[in-house]
């Protein structure tokens, strides 16, 4: 567990509007911290550069109704991703054709919710291909990024660049260190250790943490996102995590009752 001095969160100040807004930019939607430490200098350099790119393509919004508001995000990640597959095609992020796909299927197609996962021949890097289903934006997905290397730096995901799937989709690709488990970590153990870092349960189950000052969401530490390694560390390796927007526009909160 961290104690204060390594709790990333320990000087974190209350603001008058602990709500991120919808459209803004990195600074005006992620506490400072995580833009200086949301990983290696070199890796959050990219991933600002990247959520620079989509939130470039954003237009004011309003209150919508939920179909509105489905319309409205789909093209919104529409036009993220024809933003962000120009400045790829330009910074030389995009992937070999079909190399992701390759290895995946050799390792029998792992999958879960959001993420298609191998391991690398190195064999001891684990390989992700995103498909934002997470996420109402790419900008919000870069912020993810950013915030779990802040918040949980045993386990960095490092932005490798992008590709474009089997079915002409365009996806981010990260890599993380393999993580040898023990055990997977039950809520007795997560709990007390969010909340030593300044969050709240925000369900039942014990799954889902805000934290109330500097107004961040971190979900689903269940017993496989959340484990013990060989050398007994609790160490969160993926969880989704967003910063807290209005609930008027991002219909996912309330049904956390956070907002």
Same mark, same amino acid.
């Given at each position: 567990?961290?104690?204060d001095?390594?709790?990333?969160?320990?000087?974190?100040?209350?603001?008058?509007?602990? $709500?991120?807004?919808?459209?803004?930019?990195?600074?005006?939607?992620?506490?400072p911290?995580?833009?200086?430490?949301?990983?290696?200098?070199?890796?959050?350099?990219?991933?600002?550069?990247?959520?620079?790119?989509?939130?470039?393509?954003h237009?004011?919004?309003?209150?919508?109704?939920?179909?509105?508001?489905?319309r409205?995000?789909?093209?919104?990640?529409?036009?993220?991703?024809?933003?962000?597959?120009?400045?790829?095609?330009?910074?030389?992020?995009?992937?070999?054709?079909?190399?992701?796909?390759? $290895?995946?299927?050799?390792?029998?197609?792992?999958e879960?919710?959001? $993420?298609?996962?191998?391991?690398?021949?190195?064999?001891?890097?684990?390989?992700?291909?995103?498909?934002?289903?997470?996420?109402?934006?790419?900008?919000?997905?870069?912020?993810?990024?950013?915030?779990?290397?802040?918040?949980?730096? *045993?386990a960095?995901?490092?932005?490798?660049?992008?590709?474009?799937?089997? *079915?002409?989709?365009?996806?981010?690709?990260?890599?993380?260190?393999?993580?040898?488990?023990?055990?997977?970590?039950?809520?007795?153990?997560?709990?007390?250790?969010?909340?030593?870092?300044?969050?709240?349960?925000?369900?039942?189950?014990?799954?889902?943490?805000?934290?109330?000052?500097?107004g961040?969401?971190?979900?689903?530490l269940?017993?496989?996102?959340?484990?013990?390694?060989?050398?007994?560390?609790?160490?969160?390796?993926?969880?989704?995590?967003?910063?807290?927007?209005?609930?008027?526009?991002?219909?996912?909160?309330?049904?956390?009752?956070?907002?």
């Amino acid at each position: 567990m961290k104690t204060d001095s390594q709790n990333p969160l320990s000087d974190s100040k209350p603001t008058e509007n602990q $709500h991120a807004p919808i459209f803004g930019t990195l600074s005006e939607r992620v506490p400072p911290e995580a833009l200086r430490r949301g990983g290696s200098p070199e890796q959050v350099a990219l991933i600002r550069a990247a959520a620079d790119v989509a939130s470039g393509v954003h237009r004011p919004g309003k209150a919508a109704s939920r179909a509105e508001h489905g319309r409205a995000q789909q093209e919104r990640l529409d036009r993220e991703a024809a933003a962000l597959r120009e400045w790829a095609e330009r910074e030389g992020l995009i992937l070999p054709t079909g190399e992701f796909g390759k $290895h995946w299927r050799a390792q029998e197609e792992i999958e879960g919710a959001e $993420h298609e996962v191998y391991l690398g021949n190195d064999g001891r890097t684990v390989w992700k291909r995103n498909n934002l289903s997470y996420h109402h934006s790419w900008q919000e997905y870069f912020e993810r990024l950013l915030l779990h290397n802040w918040l949980f730096p *045993e386990a960095p995901m490092a932005l490798q660049g992008f590709d474009v799937d089997e *079915e002409g989709q365009f996806r981010p690709v990260i890599t993380q260190t393999l993580i040898v488990i023990d055990r997977g970590a039950a809520r007795q153990d997560v709990q007390p250790w969010m909340e030593a870092q300044g969050f709240k349960v925000a369900d039942e189950k014990g799954l889902n943490f805000y934290h109330p000052i500097a107004g961040i969401i971190v979900e689903d530490l269940h017993d496989e996102n959340a484990v013990f390694d060989m050398n007994g560390r609790l160490i969160v390796f993926d969880p989704v995590i967003y910063p807290i927007v209005p609930d008027n526009q991002i219909p996912r909160f309330t049904r956390l009752g956070l907002i």
